[in-house]
């Protein structure tokens, strides 16, 4: 059975509690309970979870249709987000260190669970994501499931209610009056001062103002939904972008995140610190408290910004084009198209390159020098007459394992140690060197050369962030959204007054969605200069 026929002749959706004409009982509440008051929340209309529960479709939505649901889809997700919190996301660790390794060595246990079960890359997880995407569609049907048939309860109420409606209102009245027809009329006037749209049918009136605050919570769910649809779109190629990019001065690098089509050169690094022989009084107490020298006034990078000309094959130096140039600040971010670079971090003195001399141990006379670029080192390095040197092993961040073992934490060369071969005319198969910063140690102490560190060159690097957002504008109309929709069901109430006069008998209900307090007192208002009694609560009245 699909359809409900109530006794006025109106043909009501399977499911209905209440005739959406007249207002009376049907079946799924029953007439006889005259002391229960009605559910006016979608003014009985039906609800397609709390009809169909037959189909897998149904199931589904049934679930999603919750309420419960949604608030636990939504405690779940906020949890997540705070455990992610905890420990620095990978984004932000420092990039001279492997995740699991940091993770590890700086909170131990929990930061190598926190690794392990992926909150150090949660933002962007499948599971987060497939929450987001939950309460997306929670959203979706529990507003469908409540919001279509409360627009078709509205839209088809009649005037003429029936006796049970208006006595199972939560504020009623009856009323025997001298004059029908005056104390209607001096109703019309005080609910039209009121801003009341009126409705008359056979004498019956339904006052009603404010309809359009029913629909606040929906837009809310609009906002919200727009919103998530935003945070979405970010982890679509293109959309977001937020890459740390660390330059050596005198380095051209490819801006991630623009597909290969831009590259920037960092030209020079540039620091500035407060020093107290400059710096006006108001400065002093803070330049003390730190030190001298201590906090950063200004940081910068001088770079050049290159589009890339063409298509290049693998492995071949692409055809660069000048764009400008220009200092990156804190603050004053480099922009182009639909990306900034922000100065956000830098490092000093990182070691560059280091040089070695290939010297005989007894007679200290070197052989030639090495030149090792410790981003790049060579394989091996001729020296000439016979002499060469090889690299067997580079250990760029060199430190010793749980075992015992060499091994390097990353290609960074925060402590560079190379296993060399030294060969010679003398010795053609070559003698074994550990050498270290200024430490050189000898498997074989029979060796006859040995390298010499004998200098160093270091070059100062800046840390800078790519950043790029074609979901703000979302986020953004979304949030407006979800802030109208609040404002819209907060200050503002849909109230509405039913008026049915018989004989010499006046019969007056009032509902409004929220602050009962304001109807009743506006009620009071309405009512003045006639015989009509105030309606009472019923709900207070049994409580």
């Given at each position: 059975?699909?359809?409900?026929?109530?006794?006025?002749?109106?043909?009501?959706?399977?499911?209905?509690v209440?005739?959406?004409?007249?207002?009376?009982?049907?079946?799924?509440e029953?007439?006889?309970?005259?002391?229960?008051?009605?559910?006016?929340?979608?003014?009985?209309?039906?609800?397609?979870?709390?009809?169909?529960?037959?189909?897998?479709?149904?199931?589904?939505?049934?679930?999603?249709?919750?309420v419960?649901?949604?608030?636990?889809?939504?405690?779940i997700?906020l949890?997540?987000?705070?455990?992610?919190?905890?420990?620095?996301?990978?984004?932000?660790?420092?990039?001279?260190?492997?995740?699991?390794?940091f993770?590890?060595?700086?909170?131990?246990?929990?930061?190598?669970?926190?690794?392990?079960?992926?909150?150090?890359?949660?933002?962007?997880?499948?599971?987060?994501?497939?929450?987001?995407?939950?309460i997306?569609?929670?959203?979706?049907?529990?507003?469908?499931?409540?919001?279509?048939?409360?627009y078709?309860?509205?839209?088809?109420?009649?005037?003429?209610?029936?006796?049970?409606?208006?006595?199972?209102?939560?504020?009623?009245?009856?009323s025997?009056?001298?004059?029908?027809?005056?104390?209607?009329?001096?109703?019309?006037?005080?609910?039209?001062?009121?801003?009341?749209?009126?409705?008359?049918?056979?004498?019956?009136?339904?006052?009603?103002?404010?309809?359009?605050?029913?629909w606040?919570?929906?837009?809310?769910?609009?906002?919200?939904?727009?919103?998530?649809?935003?945070?979405?779109?970010?982890?679509?190629?293109?959309?977001?972008?937020?890459?740390?990019?660390?330059?050596?001065?005198?380095?051209?690098?490819?801006?991630?995140?623009?597909n290969?089509?831009?590259?920037?050169?960092?030209?020079?690094?540039?620091?500035?610190?407060?020093?107290?022989?400059?710096?006006?009084?108001?400065?002093?107490?803070?330049?003390?408290?730190?030190?001298?020298?201590?906090v950063?006034?200004?940081?910068?990078?001088?770079?050049?910004?290159?589009?890339?000309?063409?298509?290049?094959?693998?492995?071949?130096?692409?055809?660069?084009?000048?764009?400008?140039?220009?200092?990156?600040?804190?603050?004053?971010?480099?922009?182009?198209d639909?990306y900034?670079?922000?100065?956000?971090?830098?490092?000093?003195?990182?070691?560059?390159?280091?040089?070695?001399?290939?010297?005989?141990?007894?007679?200290?006379k070197?052989?030639?020098?090495?030149?090792?670029?410790?981003?790049?080192?060579?394989?091996?390095?001729?020296?000439?007459?016979?002499?060469?040197?090889?690299?067997?092993?580079?250990?760029?961040?060199?430190?010793?394992?749980?075992?015992?073992n060499?091994?390097?934490?990353?290609?960074?060369?925060?402590?560079?140690?190379?296993?060399?071969?030294?060969?010679?005319?003398?010795?053609?198969?070559?003698?074994?060197?550990?050498?270290?910063?200024?430490q050189?140690?000898?498997?074989?102490?029979?060796?006859?050369?040995?390298?010499?560190?004998?200098?160093?060159?270091?070059?100062?690097?800046?840390?800078?962030?790519?950043?790029?957002?074609?979901?703000?504008?979302?986020?953004g109309?979304?949030?407006a959204?979800?802030?109208?929709?609040?404002?819209?069901?907060?200050?503002?109430?849909?109230?509405?007054?039913?008026?049915?006069?018989?004989?010499?008998?006046?019969?007056?209900?009032?509902?409004?969605?929220k602050?009962?307090?304001?109807?009743?007192?506006?009620?009071?208002?309405?009512?003045?200069?006639?015989?009509?009694?105030?309606?009472?609560?019923q709900?207070?009245?049994?409580?």
């Amino acid at each position: 059975m699909n359809h409900v026929k109530c006794e006025c002749g109106h043909v009501n959706p399977f499911g209905t509690v209440l005739c959406e004409n007249c207002g009376r009982a049907l079946a799924a509440e029953g007439e006889g309970n005259s002391e229960k008051l009605h559910d006016m929340r979608y003014d009985g209309s039906a609800r397609r979870s709390q009809t169909y529960n037959k189909t897998i479709v149904d199931k589904v939505w049934n679930f999603f249709s919750s309420v419960k649901v949604g608030v636990w889809l939504i405690v779940i997700t906020l949890i997540a987000s705070a455990i992610g919190t905890i420990f620095p996301q990978e984004l932000y660790i420092p990039s001279n260190v492997t995740p699991e390794q940091f993770y590890k060595d700086e909170y131990g246990i929990l930061g190598q669970l926190y690794y392990q079960l992926g909150f150090h890359r949660l933002y962007g997880s499948w599971w987060y994501m497939t929450l987001i995407a939950s309460i997306g569609i929670s959203l979706v049907i529990c507003s469908l499931d409540r919001v279509i048939p409360l627009y078709r309860a509205l839209k088809n109420q009649g005037v003429s209610r029936h006796e049970s409606f208006l006595k199972r209102q939560r504020l009623f009245s009856e009323s025997y009056v001298d004059s029908i027809e005056k104390n209607v009329e001096q109703v019309k006037k005080n609910l039209t001062a009121r801003r009341y749209r009126i409705r008359e049918e056979n004498g019956n009136i339904l006052a009603e103002k404010n309809r359009f605050s029913r629909w606040g919570p929906y837009v809310n769910h609009i906002g919200l939904i727009i919103f998530l649809i935003g945070a979405m779109l970010r982890f679509f190629p293109g959309m977001y972008v937020d890459e740390v990019l660390w330059l050596r001065e005198g380095e051209t690098k490819e801006i991630p995140g623009t597909n290969g089509e831009y590259y920037l050169k960092h030209h020079q690094f540039i620091l500035e610190t407060y020093q107290k022989e400059k710096e006006k009084d108001v400065f002093q107490e803070a330049i003390d408290r730190v030190g001298d020298g201590s906090v950063a006034k200004n940081f910068q990078s001088n770079v050049t910004l290159y589009k890339k000309q063409g298509d290049s094959l693998p492995g071949e130096e692409p055809k660069l084009k000048e764009v400008k140039d220009f200092s990156i600040r804190v603050n004053e971010p480099l922009k182009f198209d639909s990306y900034a670079v922000y100065q956000v971090n830098y490092k000093l003195n990182e070691l560059n390159k280091m040089t070695f001399d290939l010297i005989d141990k007894k007679s200290g006379k070197s052989f030639g020098k090495v030149v090792i670029d410790l981003l790049n080192p060579e394989k091996k390095y001729d020296l000439g007459n016979g002499y060469a040197v090889e690299i067997a092993s580079y250990l760029p961040d060199f430190y010793f394992d749980d075992e015992g073992n060499p091994a390097t934490r990353s290609r960074v060369p925060n402590n560079p140690v190379f296993v060399f071969k030294m060969i010679a005319p003398d010795r053609p198969k070559g003698e074994t060197s550990f050498v270290a910063i200024q430490q050189t140690i000898e498997p074989n102490e029979n060796n006859k050369y040995k390298m010499k560190f004998s200098g160093i060159e270091t070059k100062n690097l800046t840390g800078l962030v790519v950043r790029k957002d074609l979901t703000l504008w979302v986020l953004g109309v979304g949030g407006a959204i979800f802030m109208i929709g609040l404002i819209q069901g907060l200050y503002w109430q849909h109230r509405r007054i039913w008026l049915k006069a018989d004989n010499d008998k006046i019969m007056l209900a009032g509902h409004t969605n929220k602050n009962w307090f304001g109807l009743k007192n506006e009620l009071d208002i309405i009512l003045r200069d006639t015989e009509i009694q105030k309606p009472v609560d019923q709900k207070q009245l049994k409580e």
